[in-house]
């Protein structure tokens, strides 16, 4: 019986191991939210009369390391002088406030660096959410590398 | 740019709010498996040694980021030892929970020691008994190094108000002040979870300590697979 009941034991905590990396990894539910492919370049979102362009440098985007963070728009900002600025986090997960002054270096360009901190969850869907001062709010969902 | 006390006062409140938000999901089992296994004893002083611990070595790694002023560069530094804390904490917590289910023979190391024979068992019983409680705090110092995003977060502010500040030794005051706040902000939520842990009900009915164990079992098993994956 005892024999038995270890048997039992180890053969639940093998299925357990096997199974745990898949059901980890399926967590990231927001998977399906993605709106961006930024390891391929850079993604346009349209926000109002403006198009807001994103573009994440280098490439492919990885976690924890510096990176420069591109805005483009189309349009000139009602309040020129004000400058865009990128709030990183995670869809449905508080992860702190983490965010990315720009700076214009063009008529229509602004830059800034920042970090995509990791998750140990191994959730991988990180949102960047573009304000442009007056303009409104958009959000960049996509993958990073861990 | 904001002054030091609002920045103080935004990562105390930062850090309530991910308490609340994150910490829960991610470090509550750690504080579940100190209030199950402290059984009968006082959860208060040994919650409050590993949570002091847990803060000095945030810190300590806000006044190296700051003084780095890079997050990135301690980040890559510190990495492997960040992993072997995570396969220790996950092992940590399997191990405490086989034992709290009966299925392990080994003496609980911070719990209670009961009826020690002889006056050698019964000192020794009471150094552990000592020793159960400060063991919390280098518990904490060691488990503060657990990898986690907002703490990732919060250091890269660190970094920054480094970068900011006027001389190296002011930015080392801040991003130690600064990763202090966010520490103490953290605390009440993993306080709340330990004392829902404690609740007298939950550790009397043998049923429920035991399905307890085995849910701190999977997930210390959970922690290990992380940290192979992190």
Known sequence: MKHLRILLGAALLTAFLLAAPGLISAGDKYQEMINCDLHAGPCTLALSENAVTLEVIPRPVKAMQDLLFRVTLTEKLPHSTVAPYIDLGMPGMNMGPNRVQLKAVGDLVYEGRGVIVRCPSGRRTWQATVTLPDGGQTRFIFDVIY | ?230
Request: a positive charge; one cysteine or more.
């Open chain 2, 1 to 230: 740019m904001l002054s030091t006390k609002t920045l103080y006062l935004l990562y105390l409140s930062t850090g309530f709010a991910v308490g609340f938000g994150h910490c829960i999901g991610m470090c509550g089992p750690i504080v579940v498996t100190f209030s199950l296994n402290l059984k009968e004893k006082s959860i208060f002083f040994p919650q409050l040694l590993y949570h002091l611990g847990r803060i000095t070595t945030y810190v300590a790694l806000g006044g190296l980021v700051a003084a780095a002023g890079s997050l990135t560069m301690v980040a890559a530094h510190i990495a492997s030892l960040q992993k072997g804390v995570m396969v220790f904490s996950g092992v940590f917590i399997v191990f405490m929970g086989l034992a709290m289910a009966g299925w392990l023979p080994i003496s609980r190391i911070f719990a209670d020691y009961s009826s020690p024979r002889g006056w050698i068992s019964r000192w020794f019983g009471r150094l552990l008994k000592i020793k159960s409680n400060i063991a919390y705090l280098p518990l904490g110092l060691l488990l503060g190094l657990l990898p986690c995003g907002p703490v990732y977060t919060a250091l890269l502010g660190s970094a920054r108000a480094g970068m900011d500040a006027g001389s190296a030794y002011h930015g080392l005051l801040a991003g130690m002040g600064l990763m202090g706040a966010f520490g103490m902000g953290t605390v009440p939520a993993l306080f709340l979870v330990a004392a829902v842990a404690d609740m007298g009900w939950l550790k009397s009915r043998a049923i429920i300590y035991k399905t307890g164990a085995i849910l701190m079992m999977v997930a210390g098993i959970i922690f290990i697979i992380r940290a192979f994956r992190f």
